[in-house]
């Protein structure tokens, strides 16, 4: 178990910086999960912490005692890729107890753990096979095994679970995090799929162009982004924004009739510069009756749940239909649900600050 | 489906049929004739019309071979040795090359340096190189060095023309090996070399048969370099049997026997390595499932 700092870290490859400055605490026992969009830093992230990139500068702790120039090897860390990396020419429990060969463990000490650890991912009817004979999901499951056997003091996952089928998928998902738990192992996962992030996380570490975004609780980070790009890359469907146009008595919403009266805006708003709107699509209802005066254009469903569609200065939103019956209505905006961003900056623009 | 329609694919199978029979003797055929012409005596091999049945007389291998009556005979030495000198040269020159290909391979897979390109180029040009334009020069090359008419030459030669090859289909059955294969070793304490020769290489078994293969049957076939770098003693199969001439005239029993003997290994070897080598010849890009 460890806790872990990185402090400045930079990982630059020629003139591509690949990481930028990036200072974060994961504490002991912790699950941080590293999402962002492809080519963000988060693997680069990992791989450092693992050893297996060198850091431009900066440093990297483990439990306050600099690691950088510790070999891979040497920072107790045990690792599971994307895409799996058994050894075929070795049996699923020759695979398992790979990471104690070599430290010299003992026979029975060995055999113990493989014990324990087949028991914990049900791996008993496997362990005389070849990875070549177990499904992909199952041949992930070893790697985990592998990973988890030397009890490492940091359990780094890239994408573990991203080439595995979407049925198989849920339920690893599931088992992992429960495993984490159990284990109490610090652990730091990277993904591109929010979902996952947001199931599995205790923090979510958000990174994009090499940049920490934001680092929060998968709620907060949901329910409070702190930036446009946060709450559009968090929940599905995506955050929709809106371009605030200043007017007489308020903001209007683009080029729709509706306008934003002070009282329904956070105080100072209006004196600020260019102002976007962010509401999530389960804060735009539909009502019968009276409302913005925002038509609907065209409404879908996705099993139980409808959705329908409007325009704003062209752009096309999207919003939950929550009505128990389906049925003509207009938009209206839930209060608490509206969330506003410096157009320049992308930044939230919290009450405090305004 | 219409009778006329089954009718007619029935004829197109017919034809492909009769194409393809005339293709297998058109390419069989002289190879057939070669065997036959191998176990004739020298009287039945210029009986006209050509024999189809007659004794089989084993005197041309036994000369290649330097065993029975002709063991002692000096045509029989030379083609004796010559076999021997393939042989050697061949596996020498293929071990040699497959194994600097599968280190080189191996690097060229997994590191970045300086001129990788360059040197990836210019180590396959070297099989792009007419042997011809550079014979000459070679040759005073040897002469220089004392490796004139010498199996070492042969040897370095061999290794020379398949290098290059080697390292190329090499690096592309490494690039199929998952680079996390070594990572999840290194994290856990084995050195790369460890994880290279235990774990990597024999994710690359069929690789690096299949590159043998090539290499083994490049070298045996190789013609250009041996028939102007040799004289008399280094000579190889290939090169003796295009001179082979004795004190009658031209041996063609002894001359057909070399031929078939020349043929075997290929087929040998192709029959061992025939599961890789499409992989093989695709550079090793279809090795990632």
């Known amino acids: 178990m460890a806790r872990i700092d990185l402090k400045d870290l930079t990982i630059r490859f020629g003139g591509f910086t690949a990481v930028d400055n990036v200072n974060l605490t994961v504490n002991d026992g912790e699950f941080a999960v590293y999402l962002g969009p492809s080519g963000c830093g988060k693997t680069t992230t990992l791989r450092a912490i693992a050893g297996l990139e060198q850091a431009t500068s900066g440093d990297i702790l483990f439990d306050g005692k600099r690691v950088n120039d510790l070999k891979p090897s040497e920072r107790n860390i045990a690792m599971v890729f994307q895409f799996v990396s058994l050894y075929p020419n070795l049996s699923i429990a020759e695979n398992i107890i790979f990471p104690l060969k070599a430290r010299g463990m003992a026979k029975a000490e060995i055999a113990r753990k493989l014990d324990w650890v087949t028991g914990v991912f049900k791996l008993g009817d496997e362990l005389k096979r070849r990875p070549a004979a177990l499904p992909p999901g199952a041949r992930q499951k070893v790697a985990l095994a592998r990973a988890v056997i030397r009890d490492p003091a940091v359990l780094l996952l890239d994408e573990p679970l991203s080439a595995i089928d979407e049925q198989f998928r849920e339920e690893m998902r599931w088992e992992l995090g429960h495993l984490q738990r159990e284990l109490g192992v610090t652990t730091i996962y990277v993904t591109h799929d929010q979902r996952e992030a947001m199931s599995l996380a205790d923090r979510i570490v958000l990174m994009n162009h090499s940049k920490i975004v934001q680092v929060a609780e998968p709620d907060r980070i949901f329910f409070q982004p702190s930036s446009v790009f946060a709450g559009q890359f968090i929940g599905s469907p995506s955050m929709n924004l809106i371009d605030l146009v200043p007017v007489a008595g308020g903001l209007r919403l683009g080029d729709s009739p509706v306008v934003l009266s002070q009282s329904e805006l956070p105080p100072g708003i209006t004196a600020r510069g260019a102002v976007k709107l962010g509401i999530r699509p389960r804060d735009l209802r539909l009502v019968s009756g009276e409302g913005h005066a925002l038509a609907v254009e065209d409404t879908f469903s996705v099993g139980r749940e409808r959705f329908f569609t409007f325009t704003v200065s062209d752009q096309i939103l999207q919003g939950t239909d929550h009505r128990t019956q389906p049925g003509a209505g207009s938009v209206t905006l839930v209060p608490e649900g509206m969330m506003f961003f410096d157009a320049e900056t992308g930044l939230r623009i919290t009450e405090a600050a305004a | ?289």
């Open chain 2, 1 to 289: 489906m219409s009778a006329s329609n089954t009718g007619s694919a029935r004829i197109t199978r017919w034809v492909l049929f009769g194409l393809l029979v005339l293709y297998t003797i058109y390419n069989l055929g002289p190879i057939l004739w070669l065997v036959i012409s191998s176990l004739k005596s020298r009287a039945d091999l210029f009986a006209m019309p050509p024999k189809l049945v007659f004794t089989p007389d084993f005197s041309g291998y036994q000369s290649v071979f330097g065993i029975g009556a002709a063991k002692d005979s000096a045509a029989s030495i030379g083609v004796f040795r010559s076999l021997i000198t393939s042989v050697l040269v061949s596996t020498i020159g293929t071990s040699v090359a497959v194994m600097l290909g599968t280190l080189a391979g191996y690097v060229c897979s997994r590191f970045d340096f300086r001129g990788k390109g360059d040197f990836m180029f210019f180590v396959l040009s070297t099989r792009m190189l007419p042997p011809v334009a550079v014979l000459v020069f070679y040759h005073m090359m040897f002469a220089q060095l004392g490796l004139a008419d010498t199996r070492i030459g042969l040897i370095l030669i061999a290794v020379f023309i398949n290098v290059g090859l080697a390292t190329w289909i090499m690096k592309g059955f490494f690039d199929g090996v998952p680079r996390e294969v070594e990572q999840i070793a290194i994290v856990n304490g084995y050195s790369r070399m460890y994880a290279f020769r235990k774990l990597v290489l024999p994710m690359v078994k069929g690789g690096i048969a299949a590159t043998a293969g090539f290499c083994f049957i490049f070298s045996w076939n190789e013609y250009a370099f041996a028939s102007i770098l040799t004289t008399t003693k280094a000579q190889t199969l290939p090169v003796k049997i295009s001179t082979a001439s004795g004190a009658t005239g031209i041996e063609w029993t002894q001359i057909c026997a070399a031929g078939v003997v020349l043929i075997v290994p290929v087929l040998i070897f192709f029959w061992l390595i025939r599961k890789h080598l499409l992989m093989g010849m695709t550079f090793g890009v279809l090795g990632r499932k």
